[in-house]
């Protein structure tokens, strides 16, 4: 039980990290990839494929962001599967994995890819902020294992 709180406070860390690098750099930098934008579209194709109403504005900011950050918490909580020794290697897998995911998958949803793949720069961004997402979460998996 321990090791699956472990794991889920490391992939939550992580998550919150991704989203943190994400909303900050976006404010500044007009490459930087959108995965706000894909979320939010992600969100609303959910609620209307059920019959509901759409969410705009703050509201379907949050719902977008909680999401992320549970899926991605999820996600990245895998990454506690390793050996402490092969912590570093997974997340890195993991996120690169995932930052792929991100840029291939969104279309085959049926989402606007453009928010991640409007450059090559965007993309590159993307797949960084994933990476460093699987980075932090194996890091602070194994700070928890050695913590005695």
């Known amino acids: 039980m321990k090791r699956i709180l472990q794991n889920i406070v490391g992939g939550l860390a992580g998550a919150v990290a991704l989203n943190l690098l994400h909303e900050t750099i ?44 549970i899926s991605n918490g999820l996600y990245y909580s895998t990454i506690g599967g390793a050996k402490t020794r092969r912590l570093m290697t ?14 291939s ?28 997402g699987g980075l932090v979460t194996a890091l602070t998996i194994r700070a928890l294992r050695s913590d005695k």
């Open 90 to 103: 997974r997340g890195f897998t993991c996120g690169l994995v995932a930052g792929m995911g991100a840029l």
């Open 26 to 69: 976006r404010r500044f930098d007009a490459d930087a990839p959108r995965v706000d934008l894909v979320g939010e579209e992600g969100i609303n194709k959910t609620i209307e494929g059920v019959g509901g109403q759409p969410l705009e504005g703050r509201q379907l900011y949050i719902a977008a962001l909680s999401a992320d950050i």
């Open 105 to 132: 998958l969104t279309k085959r949803m049926g989402l606007d890819d453009a928010p991640v793949n409007r450059t090559t720069r965007t993309k590159w961004m993307t797949v960084g902020y994933y990476i460093t």
